[in-house]
């Protein structure tokens, strides 16, 4: 199965369904609020707009909170961005985290110190990639929407099979490009998973990642109000959610 179908599997294993509080879209992140049986909680996934000109990229728009939070978190396998935007809003919300395993370290300074003097590739444009493009020996950044100095998203195949580190956006999740960039890596290489949108799933240690990068949303109502308002990932990173890295080493 793909990776988006185990992680569903894994989901209806170890969470009950609930109902479906609040669905928002902003212009950067999706939140999905559900009710649980210890109270509301809220799933935070990035906000990837529409391949094309679908007149309709989220087709039950103004009835999502009708579903449930599985059925939300089902739409993770659709091919509209937005729609997979609300699954892994909806995951992430229902997904149950063993915080005690988690710790805060910083993944862009883990993805800092272990990538310097070696062969660094990132999937996905973050903040700190000037400060690698200077400590890396050698940096490629791949992007489905290439800055200068960026290389294009087909060019994985040529670029992660020679990383000794690999950051890769939990965005792919969205895109439907995980599966296959994580088989590009090699065993040996430093794969960190990474992003406010990353499930802290542990199952993903079974398909070659060795450091999720995530986030647990703690002020439900704070954080509605900034991605409502257009907040950006360093914005909300002051808007009540809280990074937890979690490491494959924690469960050997």
């Keep these: 199965m793909s990776l988006i179908d185990d992680l569903l599997a894994a989901l209806a294993l170890t969470s009950d369904d609930a109902p479906v509080q609040q669905v928002l879209i902003g ?12 109270g509301p909680r809220g799933g935070l996934a990035s906000a990837l707009r529409p391949a094309g000109h679908d007149d309709f990229p989220v087709r039950d728009a103004g009835r999502l909170t009708e579903r449930s939070a599985r059925e939300l978190a089902a739409l993770l396998r659709s091919g509209n961005p937005p729609e997979a935007s609300v699954g892994l809003a909806a995951v992430n919300a229902l ?11 910083n993944a862009q ?8 003097g070696r062969r660094v590739a990132v999937v996905g444009h973050f903040p700190f990639t000037p400060q690698l493009r200077q400590t ?9 929407r290439p800055r200068p100095g960026d290389l294009p998203a087909d060019a994985a195949a040529r670029v992660l099979p020679q990383a000794d580190v690999v950051a890769l956006t939990a965005a792919s999740l969205i895109n439907h490009t995980c599966d ?27 398909r070659g990642v060795d450091v999720l990068a995530g986030s647990r949303v703690m002020d439900i109502e704070t954080v509605l109000r900034a991605v409502g308002q257009g907040a950006t990932f360093q914005q909300l990173k002051r808007s009540g959610i809280r990074l937890l890295t979690l490491f494959a080493d924690s469960y050997s």
């Design 180 to 206: 296959d960039l994580l088989a590009l890596c090699r065993p040996d290489a430093l794969v960190v998973l990474m992003g406010p949108s990353t499930p802290l799933w542990p199952g993903f240690f079974d």
């Design 95 to 105: 997904l149950p985290v063993d915080e005690a395993r988690c710790t805060e370290v």
């Design 27 to 38: 212009a950067f992140w999706t939140v999905v609020v559900v009710e649980t049986s210890q």
């Design 136 to 144: 890396a020996a050698h940096c490629d950044v791949l992007e489905l």
């Design 109 to 116: 300074d883990l993805v800092l110190e272990r990538g310097a």
